[in-house]
Structure formats: structure tokens, C-alpha cells
């Protein structure tokens, strides 16, 4: 096809004769695809993180690199904290369903005895491990934690040797301090354990 | 190779365990609770069942009770999330921002009523970017004229922590929560040990360093059975539960003249409820998650799919259309993370402001009744999102 309007010379003419070629022409379409692709992915990345909607926040911090030894105490921490996590949630909701009436007290007692064991095992756990300098007030959050889910358990548990109920409203202050603490420290460590719901 | 014949037995005995597996269901089958008395078989799981005629009995009934004013607040704001793990049929935007929208109602003697109660987990939210507007609701409540002091109830569409914290800053509002949610939870605890022979993470599901998902069937936290029900938040229901603050909900629940609860049993979570209120505007139907985008009720597409059973979310859509068929449809569903919330896109949430104060987290009137003024203040901070800076608020720990 010519233009109109546009005045060629030869070596126009010969370039794009040259151009024409169906190997030339199969190069050049891959070549187009392949920049194609490039400005795409960098349009997109660019993208992300800016979205023109996002209200705009002040800088905070982007998680800090881990060093080697911090990796291993939160990956020796990870299986402890979700042993602490299953505990406490059968443990509080056992109290739930016993004050319902949709669990038995042998039952909840049961439970509390099972968590009370998870704590102490927990707690054991944690003081072999060896937390890095920058980790030590975390580490020692946890502890405090699982301190806290221990004491709290151990309340519960009277009401099976004395009868009386008001030891779980005895026991829950000490609970719901030690379930903040482990959600703040979990925060830190694992932000995606709980992901938008 | 096994020889053709040999194939043949194979498939006709496969053919007949089918036919037998199928015929002899019985040991699947559970008692129906459900209050359907209409000859069906029973269920494995209750279905939250209302018929239509019971629905519009309900839109009756509650018309017989007072008119009340509403209003929705942000409690916070994910930013930046993939569209299509939020709308898997809905891709354009990439990338949108989720309100986490809480309704507020108010009854013609001043009681207030909260339904969801936003989040509080602020280490969480903050330390890495993943959220941004996080303002307390108690500061929220006063700054828009509302007093905390007179919030007398807080229902919670379902019990995930962005939508049930801060419960414990209302210590004399009486929590709903549905039973069949606390149950779900508790079952779901022991799902690894004895189903997937430890597999399957009920609780943690993810690499504690790199955030990827581990244990097959490969299996996010949010896809699990019980994901996102922290013990803080079990801890906060049960704290209203031992205080004697607490109604464990089975079913459809009348709440107050003009405010009916109905299950969406799996709509989002097992337990979910939405909440119907009556209103000078017609029937407002409060989803939580189970309405998650507005535009999803509008045209009929999934959104926000956790522990939804998307025939349940679909049911509850349906339930909207019932309960507001007299006036205004589907445009009175409220949703609580439509992305286009706050703007005339979203109609009923279009006479919106800036929470003063609020750190860039905004609030909607939708409706007044009872002589109630407009809360909207003469000048409304309208400042859009973008151009609106947010602070990280004080929390215990810092990275």
C-alpha cells in the first residue's frame, strides 16, 4: 500500500521492500508482542499499590528483612502459637456451650484439663527456645501469655472441686488479656494469619 | 495391562457401589431443626429455611412496629485487594479497597442498636500496609451525634474478627450471635486431627515466614473451616456470654417491634444472620458478608466467598429481594464491603461524609424517621479517599 502524500526515495523504497519480506515481517510481529508484553507487565506492576482510590496514609514501616536467627524463633514459635490458639478457643467456647447448656460440665472439664496441659507444654516449649536480642520482648509477651492462659485455666478448673460457676467470670479477664497479647504479637510475626475476611 | 474383561467387572462393581452408596444415605442424614414443617426430608445441616410467604409475612410484621433512622460508619478499610479474590466474576478494577461498613440503628425512644461491630486489631491491620481508616466506634458514634452510652444491643452478621470486635467497649449491649456459628467453630477444631490426618490447619495455614499456603490440599487460611475467628474475638463473645450479656440466636429472631433477625445460614460464614429493620424508606436488610458488594445482590454475582455455600449466598439475596419487594428492592440491601460504597453508585449510601476526626473513615445517613435531624453536618468533608491522609493509631506493639 502507498501513502498519498508522502514522497519516498529509493533507499525508502528498498528498506521497506526489505521490511516486506514474510521472515522480516514474522520477527518484527514477535518483537511487537514481546515490547508489548514488557509494557503491559511494567503498566501493571506500577499499578499495584497505587490504586487511585487508596486514602492516603503516612509512611509506615514495611516489614523489616529478617535475619537467619529471627526466621527460626518465629518458625519454631508458629507451631507452639497455633497449639496455644486451638486451647484457648476450645476452652472458650466449652464455657460458651456450658453456660448454654449444650455442653456438659464432665465435658468442659474435660476441656479445661486438655488446655491446661497444652499451656504447660507450651510454656515448656517456650523456654527452650532461644529468641533472638531483637525478639526478646515478644518473646517474653508470649511467655507472659501463656502464663496468663495457664492462671486462667486453673480458675476454671476450681469450679469442679468446689461447684461454684463465678470461678470462669474469675478466670476471663486473665483469658482475654492473654488472647490481646498473643494477637498482638501474632500480628507482628504472622500478618498473614488471618487475612481479610 | 488388565484385560478388557477384567475392565468390565471392574466398572459394573464400581457402578453398583455407586447405586448402593446413593440409595443407602441414611447414615448422612441428620436431624432437621429447622421450623419447617412442610414434609421435607430431613437435612444434613439446618438450612435457615424461610418461605417467601413467611418473608412477606415478616415485611407485615414489621411494619406494625416503629420506624427507625440508620446510619452505616467505616470501621476500617482493606486496601489494594485483588479484585477477583473478592468477586471471582468481577475483575475491573484489578484492584479496589473494601469498606468494612457496621450499621447503626436508632429506635424511636434513642436506643441504639450496632449491627457488626467493625475490628480491633490494630497491630495486625497497620504494621504492614494492609489497611488503612481504622477509627474506634465508640469515637466514630460521637463524632457523627450518636451516644455510645445508648447502644443497648449488637448483633453481628457473623463472628469474624473485622466484623465482631470492640465488644467489649459496649460492656451493657446484649451480643446476638447465632448458635450454629459457635458451633461451626468448635467442629471445625478438631477437622485436621480427624479428617485430614493433620493436614489441614484449622487454625494457621499458612508459612509462618513467606505467608504461603502449606499442607495439601494447598488451602489458605480464609478458605479454611475456621479461619478467622482469633481467641481475642471467642474470647470478647464469650465475655458477653459469662456477663449474661448474650442471646445465642437459633433461627429467625424478633429482636425488637420492627426488627427481625433471619439466618443465611452459610451465606458467608454458618452462622450468618442478617437483620431486617423497618424504616420510612421500606425494609432495611443488613448482610454483613453475606451481602459483601451491594453490586453482587444487584446483578447476581458471588462476592466474598469463605465458608459460603454460594447457593445459601444466593438464597439470601433472594431473601433481600423478598423482604424490601414493597419498596425500593434491592437498592435497600446493605452491604458491608461494597467497594463503591459512599457514592452515588451505591444510591442509599450516597449522602455520606468524612467522620470529623475519624482518620479518613467515612459514614453514610440512609435514612430518618421519628423527627430525627439530619446528622450530616451543614458542611460535609467530602475530601475523596485519595486525597485523604490516615495515621496509624497507637497499639501495643511496633515492629
Partial sequence: ?197 | MPSKPLLNHAMRIGILAMVASLSSGGSLLARDDDEDDQGRPPQVLKQGFESTDQLLGDIERAERGPKHSAWIVESSRFVNVPHRSFQPDVGDPAFVDLPVNLGIIKAPNGDLTLYDSGWKQLAYIFDWNTSCCWHGIRDQMRAIGLNPDHVVRIIIGHGHWDHSGQLSEFPDAVLYVQKEELKQIDFFLDYPVRFNGGHIRAVNTVDPITGNQVGPPAQACARSPVCGYPPQTVQEILGKVLAGKAQIVDGRHEVAPGMIIHPAFRGHTYGSQLLQVNTARGQLVFGSDTYSSWTGIRDWFVANIQQTDTIQQFLAYEKCYVLTSKQNSFNNCISAHEPISYTAGYPITSNWWNIPGGNCSRAAELTLANGERTHVPPSPDRTPPASCHSVVPPHAIHP
Avoid: C
Fill in chain 1, 1 to 197: 500500500m502507498i501513502f498519498k502524500g508522502v514522497k519516498r526515495t529509493p533507499i525508502v523504497l528498498s528498506l521497506m521492500a526489505g521490511l516486506l519480506r514474510p521472515k522480516a515481517l514474522i520477527l518484527g510481529a514477535v518483537l511487537a508482542s514481546l515490547a508489548g508484553l514488557v509494557a503491559f507487565a511494567i503498566n501493571r506492576e506500577a499499578g499495584i499499590g497505587s490504586s487511585p482510590t487508596s486514602a492516603q496514609r503516612t509512611a509506615e514501616p514495611r516489614r523489616p528483612a529478617l535475619t537467619a536467627a529471627e526466621e527460626q524463633y518465629i518458625r519454631e514459635l508458629w507451631p507452639i502459637h497455633g497449639a496455644v490458639e486451638r486451647s484457648t478457643l476450645r476452652m472458650s467456647l466449652g464455657q460458651i456451650f456450658y453456660t448454654t447448656q449444650d455442653l456438659s460440665r464432665a465435658e468442659l472439664g474435660t476441656r479445661v484439663k486438655e488446655a491446661l496441659v497444652s499451656y504447660q507444654a507450651a510454656e515448656t516449649r517456650l523456654h527452650a527456645l532461644e529468641p533472638p536480642t531483637s525478639l526478646r520482648s515478644e518473646h517474653l509477651e508470649y511467655l507472659s501469655a501463656v502464663g496468663l492462659f495457664k492462671e486462667s485455666a486453673a480458675e476454671v478448673l476450681k469450679m469442679f472441686t468446689d461447684g461454684r460457676d463465678d470461678h470462669m467470670l474469675v478466670a476471663y479477664p486473665k483469658g482475654q488479656e492473654a488472647s490481646n497479647k498473643i494477637r498482638e504479637v501474632g500480628g507482628k510475626f504472622w500478618p498473614h494469619e488471618f487475612p481479610p475476611n
